[in-house]
């Protein structure tokens, strides 16, 4: 049979997006990388909800089991608080919790006497070993509840399990705010001074060498003192020292491609300049910009990290790793060195889930393989 009778098969044009993502799922590093991520996504969203503890910031304090061991559990005997507490729909409780109608004793055992409660109180000895409670002092039909604290208590009896997975949104929003500034700083600088060179280029290479040669560190230690301590002053410091890698990589592209035949064109048209850096240009330049994005997230969530160690960075009792590691850090030379140690390991697997997805990404887009 010729081969000019051969009917042609089918051919189905595959998108770019379409093409990295098959690439992309033979990295089994990256594919493990993105489902470690999204799992933290996940807990992150969700929040109070699915915490052991409910309230606010997670910051619950029973000092009479402080510094529990993980797998610790005791009976929590719950009383009547006197004043009232809103109870809040499920996307307010998710994202800003929901504060205890009641107070919380511990307790080791209890028993009921015709309308009163006698409790063993937890870990007390003499007089006050013992307490005895009005049926109307309780809350609700069980004023009695077992709890269990997988990862132990800290230094306050608060649940270690609990500040770990609220903890999990600041080092998402610190990486998904910061790398959105960055993004938007870089881009423009870096497209504008490798688009129209000359003198622009020179004055923007003088600024972006200027930022480049301070130290990342220090620069975002300063920018937070002169913004402040606080939440959003952390996100924008880091943000704000970023920018430099991404104006970079993006003015080195814009320089290779802005003599290519499609922008001549673009120019022989009448496109404005804008039209032709954003809509030709940066387009063909967007995987350049997901890998040292995916780079970046990472270097966020160390800075911010490294600034709540040192106390400049979110401030208390909003849970942070990088808070928990400084206020447990001391009891490494302890029995309790896990205090520390999970924020640490929290912090590695995320930076290291999001390296592995930035060369997974680089080895998918890669048009040279």
């Known amino acids: 049979m010729s081969i000019f009778k051969r009917k042609p098969k089918d051919y189905k044009p595959v998108s770019l997006a379409e093409l990295t993502w098959k690439r992309f799922k033979k990295e089994k590093q990256g594919l493990f990388a993105l489902g470690y991520i999204l799992i933290v996504i996940v807990i992150a969203l969700l929040g109070y909800l699915i915490t052991p503890d409910h309230t606010p910031y997670c910051n619950h304090q029973q000092l009479e089991i402080a510094l529990r061991k993980p797998g610790f559990s005791v009976d929590i005997l719950k009383l009547k608080s006197s004043h009232e507490v809103e109870e809040r729909g499920v996307f307010k409780r998710m994202f800003l919790g929901q504060p205890l109608p009641y107070h919380t004793i511990a307790i080791e055992d209890h028993q009921f006497r015709n309308d009163s409660l006698i409790a063993q109180l937890f870990e007390q000895e003499g007089e006050y070993a013992t307490a005895n409670y009005a049926k109307s002092e309780l809350y609700g039909d069980n004023p009695v509840e077992r709890k269990k604290f997988v990862l132990g208590t800290d230094r306050y009896g608060r649940d270690v399990l609990s500040q770990l997975m609220i903890g999990s949104r600041i080092s998402l929003a610190v990486g998904i705010i910061s790398v959105f500034i960055a993004l938007f700083i870089g881009i423009l600088v870096g497209a504008i001074a490798g688009f129209y060179r000359g003198k622009v280029d020179d004055v923007l290479m003088f600024i972006i060498n200027v930022v480049w040669s301070i130290p990342t560190l220090l620069l975002v230690i300063a920018i937070s003192f002169a913004l402040g301590k606080g939440f959003w002053q952390i996100f924008i410091a880091i943000g704000l020292t970023m920018w430099v890698d991404v104006a970079r990589v993006v003015r080195g592209q814009v320089i290779s491609l802005r003599e290519q035949d499609y922008v001549e064109a673009g120019r022989a048209l009448g496109f404005s300049n ?66 520390a140690i999970a924020p640490g390991i929290a912090i590695m697997l995320l930076v290291l889930s999001f390296m592995l997805i930035g060369s997974a990404l680089r080895n998918a887009m890669d048009v040279r393989s």
């Open 274 to 339: 804008l039209h032709i850096i954003f809509k030709h240009i940066l387009p063909n330049i967007l995987g350049s910009v997901i890998v040292i994005s995916a780079s970046n997230f990472s270097s966020a969530i160390l800075m911010e990290a490294g600034l709540s160690f040192l106390g400049i960075g979110v401030q208390p009792p909003t849970p942070s790793w990088g808070m928990m590691m400084k206020e447990n850090y001391a009891y490494i030379v302890l029995d309790q060195a896990y205090l």
